[in-house]
């Protein structure tokens, strides 16, 4: 299912494409506007540094943060709309990732983006460090337990992604079992991906001080305190190793049927901004429709 994420506008297609992994790489990607060669091949190319991506950076920003403002709530109202026919359509699933560290915004974005959709046919899993019967299974199993049913739109705050961030940073894996997985990953995605389930993967990205500056504002503001953690800090010493980390699965995971979108984050305004316009494309490739109505019922009158 490749079709939802070859955007149609140019010009879209070009900003969205410079903020996925491959994009830049060579000079075939230009010529294919902004659409990376992998799209086509399926294949990998190089690896990927998070240097070559602004946090601060707001591509898909007007330049006034309150004409932003105004677009996120107008595009989260036609996002409402576009749920309600994917809703009816019931003809796929939607399963969004919203991964990163610590402070990117994973809440933020599911309040300001999916906000406004109803609460029928959206759901938010919360993944947290598995239990003892998720670690008697293997790791995907808990996992599949909770994508979408037809016509749903399911959006993960944290994935199975954490299995290839967490071990691997803390070595609990060998570098053999990390790129086993890789695969598992590609061929679980695959396969939701072939059998109706569009998955849009999105890696919030913030800078080392960014990060720095919403950990203080936890700590400053005591309405605040419920969401800081010392685990926060630990993590924040590792933040090199998380990086790279991050790299490593965005080039090995980053795929025709379940493409990554690294989106720059230091901007919470934007990170919305952008998150909700790709999505929009995405739901609008789709040509959704409503199902045809009963021709029984056409000329029935309810007294």
Known sequence: MQAPFESRNKDLAKRWGRWQPDVGSSAQDLRNDGQPERR?????RGEVSLQDFDPADKPFSTGEKN????????????LDELQNLFYADKRYKLLVILQGTDTSGKDGTIRGVFGRMSALGV?????????EAERA?????????QVPQAGDITIFNRSHYEDVLVPVVNGWITPEQQHQRYGHINDFERMLSQTGTIVLKFMLHISHEEQRLRLQERLDDPTKHWKFAMSDIDARKQWAQYQHAYEQ??????????????????????RNLMIAT???EVLRNLDLRYPPGDPALAHFKVE
């Open 67 to 78: 004409q932003d403002k105004a677009l996120v709530e107008s595009l989260a109202l036609e």
């Open 278 to 280: 790709v999505l929009r």
């Open 123 to 131: 759901h938010t899993v919360g993944w947290k460090a598995p239990n």
């Open 249 to 270: 699965l965005l080039a090995a995971t980053h795929t025709p049927w379940a493409p990554w979108t690294i989106v720059p984050a230091d901007s919470k305004t934007h």
């Open 40 to 44: 086509k091949t399926g294949k990998h």
């Open 137 to 145: 299974h293997d790791y995907l199993w808990r996992i599949h337990q």
